[in-house]
């Protein structure tokens, strides 16, 4: 019997049918959607006079168009307002399960699906959002599709989708005290480019990945959409059992059992062959910042923007334009320079342990006088949690407020903009041109050095914090 690789076993036995030198007909176990790109495939299913085929497979939650404060209140922004109010009713019309604002689960979409325990190894998932991805840590294929897909998905279970190739990503060895799965992530989207990852499906092992907790494991395959790559999974074992044990939507009693049982056959078999592997040391990798605009750009916190002879001649003039946006020089390190915000949130780094990363940082510590800091939970549970452990009361003490769940400043749709200019160390997942705000200048890091910049005012390796 021929060796299979994780990816291959869960996409081969959820394809319906094959398209003869075309797609596969894939079915799909969960489908998570927001109030952003569902409205127009809600839109073509009542054109087509069509209902949701099984609305139990699907569910949904209000997060990208949110203020982050007030919630209690009517939402200020008109077109936010009509956006959450259309999802509303289209779930109410369709029979979908919502959480909406101020519902105790709701949160950012990619938060609340591993928390309730929704998202469950072996499945196949998808939303209309590209971070979909993040799900793959449980060891199932999660992927982002297009708002034609949604209304696909909607309308028969299953979507028409290319299988992609197979690569091999591992990370073996142990990682400093003051490198995260964020810092893993940046390490080897530099290495291997914005784009080094197209076409392809990764799975992240070895020692380093195993190692992680689960909340980490979720930044990693979070981020690989950031490679390239059409998504990424880590295979299931202990700690993603203990991780789902006893939350709101896992198996129960003889059904964890079944569940678990599972579970343990989830993965890529011994003699699996992948189309590429690539292999990374965790004592390589240090705190990472990105400096341009694409994830790619990034390099170790103490180290030196590329010269212009390190870039090949095809990319120069890109190059030079991500620095002239940036206000950067070839060459020049980071350490040191001044900011304006920190921002820590999103569905990268959203999650209690995040928050908890972050708060142990400034703890004891003062928020320079000049930054302006948000810290977004990724969902109602994370802020009630954050509440409960007293890390509210400590990010208080160093001033620093603890805002209510949403995307918030990870993409400039609501009201969490960074202003033009600015400089922004960013939790979040992407520093294109525009992405925080018009103008405004992201720089990617892990919790602990946008902590480490908060409390200084100024880029600083977390080393010299901990």
Request: aromatic share 8%.
């Amino acid at each position: 019997m021929k060796a299979k690789t994780l990816f291959d076993k869960i996409w081969d036995s959820h394809v319906v049918s094959s398209i003869p030198e075309g797609p596969d007909v894939l079915y799909i176990d969960k489908h998570l959607i927001h109030e952003v790109t569902s409205p127009q495939a809600f839109t073509g299913l009542e054109q087509r006079n069509l209902s949701v085929f099984r609305p139990g497979k699907t569910v949904a939650t209000a997060d990208h168009n949110v203020p982050t404060q007030n919630q209690h209140l009517p939402i200020q922004d008109e077109l936010s307002r009509l956006q959450v109010q259309t999802l509303i009713d289209n779930c109410k019309n369709h029979s979908i399960k919502l959480y909406g604002l101020n519902h105790p689960y709701n949160g950012i979409v990619h938060v609340i699906g591993p928390e309730l325990g929704l998202t469950q190894p072996g499945m196949t998932i998808v939303c209309g959002d590209s971070h979909t991805s993040t799900h793959g840590a449980f060891g199932n294929i999660a992927f982002g599709i297009g708002t034609s897909e949604v209304e696909m998905v909607m309308a028969s279970q299953c979507v028409l989708q290319a299988k992609p190739k197979k690569m091999k990503i591992t990370i073996d060895g142990n990682l400093d005290k003051a490198v995260s799965s964020k810092d893993i992530i940046l390490y080897i989207i530099s290495k291997i480019s914005a784009s080094g990852g197209t076409g392809y499906f990764i799975e992240f092992a070895g020692s380093a990945i195993t190692s992680l907790s689960m909340e980490s494991r979720m930044t990693v395959c979070n981020m690989s959409i950031e490679m390239g790559a059409r998504g990424g999974l880590i295979a299931p074992d202990f700690t993603t059992y203990e991780y789902l044990k006893g939350r709101e939507f896992s198996p129960e009693a003889e059904n964890w059992d079944h569940a678990l049982a599972e579970w343990k056959e989830l993965k890529s078999d011994k003699n699996a062959l992948f189309d590429k592997e690539w292999n990374f040391n965790a004592e390589d990798i240090r705190p990472m910042i990105t400096y341009g605009t694409n994830p790619g750009m990034g390099m170790s916190i103490t180290g030196n923007i590329p010269q212009l002879n390190f870039i090949t001649e095809e990319s120069r003039a890109s190059f030079q334009k991500s620095l002239n946006y940036m206000g950067f020089e070839p060459g020049s390190e980071l350490i040191g320079k001044k900011v304006d915000y920190v921002f820590v949130g999103s569905c990268t780094n959203g999650r209690i342990e995040d928050i908890r990363a972050f708060t142990n940082m400034v703890k004891g510590r003062k928020k320079a006088n000049w930054i302006t800091a948000w810290i977004v939970p990724g969902s109602k549970k994370v802020e009630k949690q954050a509440k409960e452990e007293g890390l509210e009361s400590i990010l208080n003490d160093a001033g620093f407020e603890l805002r209510q769940p949403g995307c918030s400043a990870c993409l400039a749709m609501n009201d969490d903009k960074i202003p033009e200019g600015k400089y922004s160390v960013s939790t979040s997942n992407r520093n294109f041109e525009g992405r925080q705000g018009p103008g405004a200048r992201t720089l990617l890091a892990s919790p602990l050095t946008a902590a480490a910049a908060a409390v200084t005012g100024k880029i600083t390796d977390p080393s010299d914090l901990i």
